[in-house]
């Protein structure tokens, strides 16, 4: 068995676990993840409602005391944090859950951010409560070490330590390869597409400022990141604003569609069963759940880092983040991707046969594409599948209606598809591994789309905006994800591990950008899905002491006393 075939099973065995219901699967990690967030909201009081003013005023800096321990200021943190956080996912996830679900996925994906945001106000106060602080440590370390594998041996007890160091592991090796090589590699993907860049170069040139970034410690990373999360966002957020603001009369409509799509679907481009209420639900929760991060165990890493002496004051500006990064920032996807209709219109598309946006479903009753395994060739008249019950040719999860030889679409294909051998055979015995038809776009190309469309009355360069915001995501999360791995290398061997850790971080940032990496994404998939467990676990058992040190704080109003100096 070699490896690749090793990480498929664990994908399908581990990452995938969980219940399947109307064919979709409810994985358990997002059973865990909206369980406990819906506990801790209702045990918390819904802090997201009642707090969220008072976390954006300690945010601002309103109550900072440059005295307090710790390495970085609250806004440092959350920027920190927030490079982490907003990356590929606002700009291809909302696209991805849209092409599957539909509009109304936007909606589910706001409900999760909602219990996001009582999640990350827990895991956090928990962070700054058990975190340690060493101001003798070398400037490289940082004073500060904190994040879910300190409270969980220090909150649950020692008998606890092997899964907290678990925790520690699983989480640094995630932060190699999803938070890191994953990055690097759509990055390099993306300037080899449009400009022709080679991979080699564009690898040496993001792994080297990564390098310069990440070696200067997490003072030198909270600096960086409190001017590059606000700057992308902004640019991010005000093209896509601009695109609203050209479609005005298009905003009630929208909002109408996606609410009404959440409940009573009808829309949808993809996924199995298309139209049914689970399959919008599932994809808004999947979606939203990955883009903020929530109950992941990996911010609490970056807030414990926040100069404070009172742990729910850094819990108070972790809850912005889920609103920040999928309310706000992922809305601006959604809209754009739904308002200039690039969402359900088909393009003139390249189909590679050994491509990986290939593969092939069926039809159902309703005429909605059901991913299946063809077990022999699929015979194709004038262009058209011979039987319509068998499989199809798709390309993103979405059958092609029609394939052509040229891409002018002049000569339509009569012949077999080989799917075992990846090539079209047609009737004269020409073998062709590229036929040619009209599907929809996904993911990052999908809002490169949307952007280019709704700024098109300006020029054509809407798309740039986003293959630029693409460097700047994949870069500041690889930068901020480097802090949480070393702070894991840093409680399993402590500081001596942080510059091999760092260095071979860099390396791997590199390597990232000119492999393909089709295992290293399954590999991240599966250690994130298990490194959740653990955090979760420890959420719930600790959920009274945060209930109790929230209930203290806003009781003693200790920003008042700041306020006063």
């Not at 001017?227 to 957020?237: C, D, F, H, Q, S």
């Not at 809305?331 to 593969?359: K, Y």
Request: aromatic share 10%; net charge negative.
């Amino acid at each position: 068995m070699d490896f690749a075939t090793i990480v498929d099973w664990l994908d399908r065995n581990i990452a995938q676990f969980g219940i399947t219901i109307a064919g979709e699967r409810l994985t358990l990690q997002v059973l865990l993840l909206l369980g406990i967030g819906t506990y801790l909201t209702l045990k918390l009081g819904l802090p997201q409602i009642r707090k969220f003013a008072h976390g954006v005023a300690v945010a601002t800096g309103r109550y900072d005391d440059p005295d307090d321990p710790g390495d970085v200021s609250h806004f440092q943190a959350l920027t920190t944090a927030l490079s982490a956080t907003v990356g590929i996912g606002n700009i291809a996830g909302a696209a991805i859950a849209i092409h599957l679900g539909g509009p109304g996925a936007l909606f589910w994906m706001w409900m999760t951010a909602f219990l996001g945001m009582a999640t990350k106000f827990s895991e956090v106060t928990l962070a700054q409560r058990y975190r340690e602080v060493d101001e003798s440590s070398a400037k490289y370390s940082g004073t500060v070490s904190g994040g879910p594998m300190y409270y969980i041996e220090k909150g649950l007890g020692p008998r606890w330590k092997p899964v907290a160091a678990f925790f520690a592991v699983m989480l640094g090796l995630t932060a190699f390869l999803t938070g890191n090589a994953n990055q690097a590699n759509t990055v390099a993907d993306a300037m080899l597409s449009e400009f022709g860049i080679a991979k080699w170069m564009t690898g040496l040139a993001t792994s080297t400022l990564v390098a310069l970034v990440i070696l200067g410690g997490i003072k030198r990373i909270g600096r960086v990141t409190s001017i590059l999360a606000p700057a992308m966002a902004i640019l991010y957020v005000s093209a896509a604003m601009l695109i609203i603001i050209l479609n005005l009369d298009q905003v009630p409509g929208t909002f109408a569609l996606i609410f009404r799509e959440a409940f009573n679907p009808t829309a949808g481009v993809a996924g199995t069963g298309v139209g049914a209420f689970l399959v919008t639900l599932m994809w808004g929760v999947r979606r939203g759940l990955f883009s903020n991060e929530a109950g992941q165990g990996s911010a609490p890493i970056a807030h414990a880092a926040a100069k404070t002496d009172e742990p729910v004051s850094e819990g108070v500006v972790a809850l912005l983040e889920p609103f920040i990064d999928t309310i706000v920032i992922v809305t601006m996807t959604a809209l754009v991707v739904i308002m200039t209709g690039a969402w359900n219109e088909q393009v003139d598309t390249e189909i590679a046969l050994a491509g990986g946006d290939l593969s092939y479903v069926v039809l159902d009753e309703g005429g909605s594409s059901v991913p299946t395994d063809p077990t022999g060739t699929i015979r194709y008249t004038l262009g058209r599948p011979g039987v319509t019950s068998e499989p199809h040719v798709a390309w993103h999860e979405v059958s092609v209606s029609q394939l052509f030889e040229d891409e002018a679409h002049t000569q339509p294909f009569s012949g077999a598809v080989d799917p075992a051998r990846e090539v079209a055979v047609a009737d004269d015995g020409r073998e062709l591994a590229v036929l040619y038809g009209q599907a929809y776009e996904t993911g990052a190309p999908l809002t490169q789309m949307g952007f280019q469309r709704g700024l098109a009355p300006l020029g054509d360069w809407g798309h740039y905006i986003v293959i630029f915001s693409v460097f700047l995501f994949a870069i500041s999360t690889a930068i901020s994800w480097s802090y949480y791995g070393d702070r894991c290398a840093n409680y399993l061997f402590g500081q001596r591990a942080i510059i091999p850790y760092k260095l071979v971080f860099v390396g791997m940032h590199f390597i990232g950008a000119v492999l393909p990496l089709a295992v290293v994404w399954a590999l991240g998939d599966v250690f994130l899905a298990i490194v959740i467990i653990p955090n979760l676990i420890a959420l719930i058992f600790l959920a009274p002491q945060i209930t109790e040190m929230t209930e203290s704080y806003f009781t003693r109003s200790p920003w008042q006393r700041q306020r006063g100096r």
